[in-house]
């Protein structure tokens, strides 16, 4: 990185420490950061939308979807995440495989399990055969965010489907007394309102979804935690920079990250509370309406 | 005219894919020097980086390099993520039931223990030992009088040793010497102890030819003297060789 960096072992200690902090392991442990916000960036939404299509399955009154949405949001949210989140990307990525291999080769006379192998064709491999590092990057992170968004949208389903239950019946009732069908007073009445009743709920979740990204690691991503874990341990002469065990400063520089993003994020909800409370019947909308008179 | 131009072009694909197949997948952990290890640069370095990349470049392969956790390396083989399996692992009964195994690339090295300095041997009856997880010294210690506390990385091991947390810790010789030798708090106890069988590459039980390809270059690497060189550049002179 730094012209001076060419032999560190002769280095005073502020230049030490500019080369270190700018190694090659280094940079990439700045660059897991992102991924950790890429991947709440794109879960966020996602779960959002399982969490919708899961609460509109709740509320069916067809039966079978009604049971679909039963059923999903009480298995997932009574299974530990652990167990789905290594269960998730195996069995995804083997019945993509799966199907890729009875679309591509039904002439293939072997069995696909053999023992404890998994055989598929060349042409059904997922990530295809030479697909570069970054693809399969790609894929491996892409499995990682469905993951995370069908646990957490069964979650959010949940919420939504209770804040739903929570706009007043009686408002309801109006907007079918003036000739509204059901589902023209779901959208103009029911969901512009519910997301007020939603939102306590749903910072929950958001917060819980930020704690989990460490999970990362679990799946084969290398996170900021995956790296922290394998900086901050000592490190012999075998290395360019040889240090003692430093895990309790990256682990604080962790819990700093991690602080910073709930705490903000916590400050994004307050400001959304205020905004959603507008005109609603809730004691903050009633404050709200006082503060104006 | 036109079924020789059908022709060529389909001579051409399976060419292509022939081509194609030639890359090989290589398992690692990337966290046990000097074995595999990933340097400061983000890159890859050790012995079993060097071999691999030679016993590639001898069987006309194209490798590409996979890091993966200790803990759930034979899975992914299996899973088919990589090719081979090519992390400091003992050749053991157990795992052969499940992956198959090339010969051997490196002499079975005595494991050893490490404890804080004055620290008494009697520890490796009667103490906390620290081990990697699903190696051949956990298993090892289960068997023993011991208590055994397990780590998902090598390095957590030796400072579970420095925190006091486990009274000494049991690993390969080769991985421990550098580390006691530089650190001023830690030495051997006990005697060196046999565990397990040589050092071998990992692949899938299916993949035959793959497994005679590398162990027709292992072979050929240990006639020629050349495997010898690879393992004194990075275990040292008194390392055993072929």
Redesign the interface.
């Known amino acids: 990185m730094f012209q001076f960096c060419a032999d560190p072992a002769t280095l005073p200690d502020w230049q030490w420490f500019a080369c270190y902090l700018t ?3 280094h ?2 442990f700045y660059r897991s950061f992102l991924v950790v916000m890429a991947l709440l960036a794109v879960v966020a939404p996602l779960a959002l939308g399982m969490g919708l299509l899961g609460a509109l399955a709740l509320r069916a009154r067809l039966f079978p979807v009604n049971m679909l949405g039963r059923g999903y949001v009480n298995l997932v949210r009574g299974v530990p995440d652990i167990v789905f989140f290594l269960f998730v990307p ?1 069995a995804l ?2 019945g993509i495989e799966w199907v890729l291999h009875h679309i591509h080769c039904p002439d293939w006379d072997q069995p696909i399990r ?6 598929v064709c ?1 042409e059904a ?1 997922m990530p295809p ?2 697909a570069s ?1 970054w693809a399969r990057n790609i894929y491996a992170f892409s499995m990682a965010a469905i993951a995370f968004a069908l646990v957490f949208g069964a979650f959010v389903a949940n919420t939504l489907y209770g804040a739903m239950q929570a706009v007043p019946r009686a408002q309801v009732e109006t907007a079918e007394a003036y000739g509204m069908t059901r589902a023209q007073a779901f959208r103009r009445v029911v969901m512009p309102q519910m997301w007020i009743f939603a939102l306590p709920g749903l910072s929950n979740i958001w917060q819980i979804l930020i704690k989990s990204t460490p999970l990362l690691f679990l799946l ?1 991503i ?1 996170d900021a935690v995956y790296w922290a ?2 900086l901050g ?2 490190k ?7 240090h003692p ?1 430093w ?1 309790v400063w990256y682990f604080l520089a962790l819990l700093v990250f991690y602080l910073m993003l709930t705490w903000s994020s916590e400050k994004g909800f307050g400001a959304l509370t205020a905004r959603l409370s507008r005109g609603q019947a809730t004691a903050e909308g009633d404050r709200q309406r006082k503060a104006a008179a | 005219m036109k079924k020789i131009t059908l022709a060529a072009v389909a001579l051409a694909f399976s060419a292509s ?1 022939a081509l ?2 030639d ?1 090989v997948r290589m398992g690692t952990e990337g ?1 046990y ?2 074995f595999n ?7 890859l370095e050790g012995f079993e980086i060097d071999l691999g990349n030679e016993m590639c470049a001898r069987a006309n392969l194209s490798c ?1 390099w996979v ?3 200790w803990d ?1 390396i034979i899975p ?1 083989l ?4 990589y090719d081979t399996i090519i992390a400091g692992m003992s050749i053991t009964e157990a795992r052969s039931e ?2 198959s195994f090339t010969q051997n690339y490196k002499e079975p090295d005595p494991s050893r223990y490490a404890a804080l300095i004055g620290t008494d041997a009697s520890v490796i009856d009667s103490g906390v030992i620290a081990t990697q997880s699903n190696t051949v010294q956990a298993g090892y210690v289960a068997e023993t009088d011991a208590d055994l506390i397990e780590f998902p ?1 090598p ?2 091991t ?2 579970a040793v ?1 925190a006091g947390e486990a009274d000494a810790v049991l690993a390969d010789g080769d991985f421990l010497r ?2 006691v030798e ?1 650190s001023s708090d830690l030495e051997f106890i006990g005697e060196p102890m046999h565990i397990g069988g040589g050092v071998g590459m990992g692949v ?3 993949d035959v030819e793959l497994r005679e390809t590398f162990d027709a270059v292992i072979t050929e690497m240990k006639e020629d003297g050349s495997l010898n060189e690879l393992l004194i550049r990075w275990f040292g002179e008194d390392t055993p060789t072929f």
């Open positions: 190694t090659g392991t940079l990439a195996i990525g083997q053999q023992g404890n192998d998994f055989i060349r491999k055969v030479g590092a084969g290398q874990r394998e341990g000592a012999t002469s075998l290395y360019t920079y040889p065990d895990r | 894919a194609a197949q890359v966290a020097p000097p290890f990933i340097n400061d640069d983000n890159e590409e890091i993966n956790d759930t992914n299996v899973a088919g993520n499940v992956i990385t390095d957590e030796i400072a420095r550098p580390i530089e899938r039980q299916s």
